[in-house]
């Protein structure tokens, strides 16, 4: 059986069509036999934060997330809050500390918030794990059952760029909310009338920020240790303004659900987004995670409406003969992008419309990115210089640049 031919439980939970989800996220079909390290798709995304109590709420409120599951003291897990949210096939998992002792401290002390583990399904964890130990991968944790009344999940991690980790995961045995320990959780929060039901169905891509010199080793790790193929998409010298660059390459998983582009900075006069990221999340880390949407629009407008902040486009993006050229026909009227700085990328595959929001923390580090997919299988490559003078202005004004 091809993978191409078969949703994730979650994605099947989520209501998700095979034909909706290859234009969302461009799923291609793969031979999952010949792949040394079979991933099926996302798992879940766990975040740490200064305080998960709050974050749930604001993942709920803003983003339009459900809860779904929580761990905490009440089940004895005395260290650290645990919170389960989703939002079509995407769960994130939020975790902060309750004990003062905790390591979640220290990891937060350092980081900040950000995402602590890119969690993967995959039907064969020891498959998997035999494989990353024999290419040199690191493994944090060795395959293990974890039980409960809803049946048995298994489990292994392996170490992927700076503290950030891939917990591989088989739930084909469970059908409980979330993992064993946890309890199903709901919250009183009520979706505002006339509002959408969610406002991202998927998560399409995770891009990782890692240090000068050190993306093709990472490349090489995702290719080696876990079978990921490049994807066309590179960005080299030729993508950089004046001041600050960065140098990219995408790897992807067989049916291309998970995709990593990965980044470095490249040199520039002064310091590069990829720098400030490195910086202040004090190692590489997950710079952002773009989530697919079918209707850019109105996700950007509620989004919007419930206070959260997006990168500015300059007018000159829209109204520049030769980007309104490269933009050519979309499904809406160019002023509609206008209006709220929704940038076009185009290749010969068709188009996409993404936009970028400002950090979510404190710390110039993780955003978000919202992407609606018209059969490119790109990430934005031609809007990077438009991304970019609109990254500067921001540096500037909190003077890191
Ligand atoms: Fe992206």
């Known amino acids: 059986m091809s993978l191409h031919e078969t949703l994730t439980d979650q994605e099947k939970l989520a209501g998700l069509q095979l034909d909706e989800l290859q234009q969302l996220v461009g799923l291609v079909e793969y031979d999952e036999a010949s792949d040394p390290f079979p991933v099926t798709g996302w798992d879940s995304i766990t975040w740490i934060c200064g305080n998960a109590t709050q974050a749930a709420v604001y993942f709920q409120l803003a983003f339009g997330m459900e809860l779904i599951a929580y761990r905490g003291p ?35 002390a350092k980081h900040g918030d950000g995402v602590i583990d890119i969690a993967l399904e995959v039907p064969d964890v020891d498959k998997c ?37 891939h ?18 959780r709901t919250s009183s929060v009520v979706r505002p009338e006339g509002s959408p039901k969610r406002l991202f169905q998927a998560l399409d891509h995770i891009v990782g920020n890692v240090e000068l010199g050190k993306m093709d080793e990472w490349v090489e790790f995702y290719n080696k240790v876990m079978g990921f193929t490049n994807m066309a998409e590179f960005i080299g010298d030729d993508i950089a303004t004046d001041y600050s660059a960065l140098m990219s390459k995408v790897v992807a998983n067989g049916n291309h659900r998970v995709k990593f582009p990965l980044n470095e900075p490249a040199v520039g006069k002064k310091k590069s987004q990829i720098d400030e990221y490195l910086e202040f999340y004090q190692g590489p880390g997950a710079q952002h995670l773009a989530l697919a949407t079918n209707d850019i629009l109105t996700t950007v407008d509620e989004l919007r409406a419930r206070g959260i902040e997006f990168l500015d486009t300059p007018a000159s993006y829209y109204e520049d003969p030769q980007l309104r050229a490269r ?12 209006k709220r700085g929704i940038l076009v990328d185009r290749d010969e595959d068709g188009y996409l419309l993404q936009i970028f929001t400002k950090p979510i923390g404190d710390r110039p580090t993780v955003f978000f990115e919202f992407i609606e997919r018209h059969g490119s299988l790109g990430f934005g490559k031609g809007n ?13 004004r909190r003077g890191n640049f």
């Open 74 to 108: 009440e089940q004895g897990q005395r260290d650290y809050h645990s919170y389960v949210l989703k939002s079509g096939a995407i769960r994130f998992v939020l975790n902060g500390a309750v004990d003062p002792a905790s390591s979640l401290i220290a990891h937060h």
């Open 129 to 165: 794990i035999a494989h990353a130990e024999r290419m040199g991968a690191t493994v944090i944790a060795a395959p293990e059952d974890f039980t409960d009344e809803h049946g048995t999940v298994r489990m292994a991690a392996i170490a992927a760029y700076g503290e950030t980790r």
């Open 167 to 184: 917990t591989l995961v088989d739930r084909s045995r469970y059908t409980g909310a979330y993992l064993p320990g946890y309890v199903e």
């Open 327 to 338: 933009i050519g026909e979309v499904r809406v009227p160019i002023e509609e992008l206008q």
């Open 384 to 396: 990077f210089q438009a991304l970019f003078e609109a990254i500067e202005r921001e540096q500037e």
